[in-house]
């Protein structure tokens, strides 16, 4: 099992690490039998995310995905949130060994699952805009 | 910063101490021969040979005839498991019965025979991960061929009732095999007295080489099948060149593990139960497996609202070597199948911790060990979703 050297570093020295109180949404994935589970705190104005928190359950590749794709979405906009795939967090991790891609599947989940708690606060429907998020795709696969 | 680094996983592996390099060094260099040439240099690695065998039988109490060498334990418990399942098939025995906490050698050897066609029980461990004897006489039956029970285990130490499950053995007249692999050269093993057909142990657990292992066969027992058709090597059962640095290294590292057996024994035990106690002290924590019935450097603790494989990783940047039962260490999603027998559920499996010490740890290193846990554990569980709830449902309940 090779980490990259960015893995280590955002494990070691995670970011956005914690919560927001007066959060605008909060998501969660992931389940602890699996032995992940994300939580992101987003605060929002406009359409801009302008911060981003997050607390993680899990090995060291669930917390740095965590922690980079905080890093990517903060100051984004939410349809550039929505974009983010767990592709990108992949890559701007330097790569996640094979066992280990569905954490980055759960970061990007996480952030989708926290704008669908923003869009059902506003009174809107999230489905059409977030789509159908998958309760521990990962373990489901498996 | 100068910490040292702590290596705490000598389940997974040891040091080749320098007791046995030194004996390894002559094999290495000037002593090239092959085992099996007739002129001087062959006949001195022949030599070396014969005393590592001696120095194995010595140990095991067996006669040297009765070892065979091998690359590993996994080889062993591979060819003890086939080799047996296929011979006594011809007499009708299909029947194998073993542990669900065995170590993948034999578990998946075992699915590999039910694939062929074979049946195969697995025994409960129970919670303090030790099997029922009752269990063992109820699964036997007329066309059991072998019951394979492992010595100690590989993730709790705990170390099973071997004696008393060879005599049900030796009554029910079946073979009976163990993977010892944890246990030599920690806890004293006499096959005669343990009526112990077969053995399967590895080198590099005890402070030998990597590459290197054994199979004892009592004579009598079963003649198994050839593992490697070729020469004559391993009485033309096992072919192939001998490792003979390797084996050498062996034959001294079992020896010396046996000469010091108790003072070592001694040693790691106080270092476990001081790690034990401590680690105890941490709110929301666990011993895996029974605390005495194990091996005397092995201790296993669950921590709830961490993940073993962070854990790990933060021990590591504290310099501090350990294993884990995590689902993630494995490559899988599931946690250890190990945790999972005794008991414990998923989410609580996920987070445990496994250090094993051999003599070459020192008291230092506990110390090093318990003041790192703490502050790694705070850490992780101050980012943890899963620890927030258990704080939560601990405030609810007082």
Redesign the interface.
């Known amino acids: ?1 090779l980490y990259s050297e960015k893995v ?1 570093d955002h ?2 020295n ?1 970011r956005n ?2 919560e927001i109180a007066d959060a605008d949404g909060v998501g ?1 994935v992931g389940n ?8 992101m705190y987003l605060k929002i104005e406009g359409d801009v995310i302008t911060d981003v928190k ?10 740095a995905t965590s922690s980079m794709a905080t890093e990517l979405i903060k100051g984004s906009t939410i349809s550039e949130a929505l974009q983010l795939s767990n592709k990108a967090v992949v890559e701007a991790l330097d790569g996640l ?1 094979t ?2 891609i ?1 954490c980055s599947v759960l970061a990007e989940q996480a952030i989708k699952s926290a704008l669908s708690d923003y869009y059902t606060r506003q009174g809107i429907d999230p489905e059409p805009i977030v789509g159908c998020i998958a309760d521990c795709e ?2 489901h696969e ?1 | 910063m100068n910490k040292h680094y702590v290596y705490a996983d000598n389940a997974a592996t040891t040091p080749i101490s320098k007791e046995v390099l030194d004996a390894m060094m002559p094999w290495l260099t000037e002593g090239y021969g092959n085992a099996s040439s007739i002129y001087a240099k062959g006949r001195e690695a022949g030599f070396a040979l014969v005393k590592a065998r001696q120095q194995v039988a010595d140990v095991l109490n067996c006669k040297p005839g009765e070892i065979y060498f091998t690359g590993c334990g996994s080889e062993s418990d591979n060819w003890a498991l086939k080799g047996a399942m296929h011979k006594l098939a011809a007499k009708g025995k299909k029947h194998l019965i073993t542990t669900v906490f065995e170590h993948h050698a034999i578990l998946h050897t075992a699915a590999a025979l039910e694939k062929e066609g074979f049946e195969v029980t697995y025994l409960p461990v129970y919670e303090n991960g030790i099997i029922h004897l009752d269990d063992l006489k109820a699964a036997l039956r007329p066309d059991t061929a072998l019951v394979s029970i492992m010595f100690a285990n590989n993730e709790i130490g705990t170390i099973q009732p071997i004696a008393e499950i060879g005599a049900i053995c030796k009554e029910a007249g079946v073979l009976f095999h163990t993977d010892a692999v944890q246990a030599i050269g920690h806890v004293r093993i006499d096959v005669k007295a343990m009526n112990i057909d077969m053995l399967s142990l590895s080198g590099h657990k005890f402070h030998a080489p990597k590459g290197v292992g054994a199979l004892y066969v009592r004579q009598g027992s079963i003649i198994l099948p050839n593992l490697i058709d070729g020469g004559g090597q391993e009485k033309g059962r096992r072919a192939g060149t001998e490792n003979v640095a390797s084996i050498v290294g062996m034959g001294v590292a079992i020896e010396a593990a046996h000469r010091d057996l108790e003072a070592n024994a001694a040693k790691a035990l106080a270092m476990r139960e001081r790690l034990i106690d401590a680690a105890l002290q941490i709110p929301h924590s666990r011993l895996n497996g029974d605390r005495v019935q194990r091996l005397p450097g092995n201790a296993n603790i669950s921590f709830e ?6 854990l790990l ?2 021990l590591d ?1 504290e310099g501090v070597a350990a294993s884990s039962g ?4 494995s ?5 250890s199948h190990v945790l999972l027998s005794i008991g414990l ?3 609580i499996a ?1 987070g445990s911790l496994r250090v094993s010490f051999s003599d070459m740890n020192t008291e230092e290193d506990v110390d090093q060990i318990i003041e790192a846990l703490p502050k790694v554990i705070g850490r992780l569980r ?7 709830r258990i704080v939560q449902e601990d405030a609810a309940n007082n």
């Open positions: 099992m280590l494990f070691t995670p690490v914690g969660e602890a039998k699996c032995g992940d589970i994300m939580r997050f607390k993680t359950f899990g090995c060291g590749a669930a917390i060994p066992s280990k569905h990962a373990c498996h | 609202g961490v993940e073993g494989e962070a990783l933060m940047n995590s689902a993630c260490t490559g899988s999603l599931d946690p559920p998923h989410e996920h101050e980012m943890s979703p899963v620890w927030e």
